[in-house]
């Protein structure tokens, strides 16, 4: 009933694990992830503990099919289980057991894996092996692809309900909750990995805009720009974001008209953008020499 990629990058080190089924909250179920270690996908008949022991063997040095070996030989109903783990070293594993509805099956690559079952066609695994070995970008690109691919070969025979995905650094942390750099959920939603594109693309923008950001601070006024410009496309109707960049620039870092159309824009689409202005001032006010609230009220 569910398909699902584990992967490392092996350019960043990231890791993550990206699920789609045909029920709700999937993302309650069928992910576990720790930055540093490995991520796991336990689905089919799916068997909840194989995530922590997965992780927790993991973290104690045993590699992806060591761990997945390992969990199995305890599960007495292995053969309704599918499962798969990759670890921070790039070590990946897959389960398909022979009691699993069919069309199942999967595929371990490279750095990845992927698994399906109760398919409407026993290519679905074949056809997201392609997409993520063709796509390029960031990790949450790549895995995204995989589930997209997925979908369009046919996907849950049932239909399509929940969907999630997870990534987190490749660098062990102190904290277990450390280092997890996307978790979303789409619980409920009749088109949910198109839904799951959506919100990603959205964190994506707000990444770049920050990094558009760390340019500002260095005097990179063109840079910054030119970065901000490229979070814009990724996300054209996210206002919130082009009001935060706007605002840092002109009051953390004094780059007033380079973003003056920016609030313009921003003012144009909704007003409320100018008293959230106002009120962030006045909770973090800065010496304001140009009497830039006044410019800025003067945009509207």
């Known amino acids: 009933m569910t398909y699902s990629i584990v992967a490392r990058d092996p350019a960043t080190g990231e890791i993550g694990v990206a699920v789609q089924t045909g029920l709700p909250r999937v993302g309650a179920i069928c992910p576990w992830i720790i930055a540093g270690v490995g991520a796991v996908a336990t689905q089919a008949l ?27 030989a305890g599960d007495p109903d292995r053969e309704s289980r599918q499962v798969g783990m990759v670890d921070a070293s790039g070590y990946a594993a897959s389960h398909t057991g022979k009691n699993t509805i069919r069309f199942a099956g999967h595929h371990v690559g490279e750095g990845y894996a992927v698994q399906a079952n109760m398919m409407l066609r026993d290519t679905v695994p074949a056809a997201m092996q392609k997409a993520y070995e063709s796509a390029s970008g960031p990790l949450v690109v790549r895995m995204i692809a995989a ?44 088109a949910p990995v198109d839904e799951l594109e959506r919100i990603c693309n959205r964190m994506r923008s707000y990444s770049v805009m920050n990094e558009a950001l760390q340019l500002g ?19 054209p109707e996210e206002v919130q974001m082009r009001f935060w960049f706007a605002y840092d620039m002109t009051f953390d870092y004094g780059h007033f008209d380079p973003v003056r159309e920016v609030f313009r824009d921003v003012f144009r689409k909704d007003q409320m953008w100018l008293e959230c202005a106002v009120r962030v001032f006045e909770a973090r006010p800065v010496e304001d020499r140009a009497g830039l609230l006044d410019q800025l009220r003067a945009l509207v």
């Not at 992780?55 to 199995?72: K, Q, T």
């Not at 996907?155 to 309900?161: A, P, T, V």
């Open 147 to 190: 589930l997209k691919a997925a979908q369009a070969e046919g996907g849950d025979f049932r239909g399509s309900q929940s969907a999630v995905i997870k990534i987190a650094s490749g660098d062990l942390k102190k904290n277990t909750w450390e280092g997890l750099l996307y978790d979303v959920r789409v619980d409920d939603h009749p």
């Open 217 to 235: 601070e260095k005097g990179d006024v063109e840079g910054a720009m030119a970065r901000f410009q490229e979070a814009v496309t990724l996300d």
């Open 46 to 72: 799916s068997r909840m503990s194989h995530g922590p022991s997965g992780l927790e063997l993991m973290r104690n040095g045993h590699n992806a099919p060591e761990a997945l070996a390992a969990v199995l």
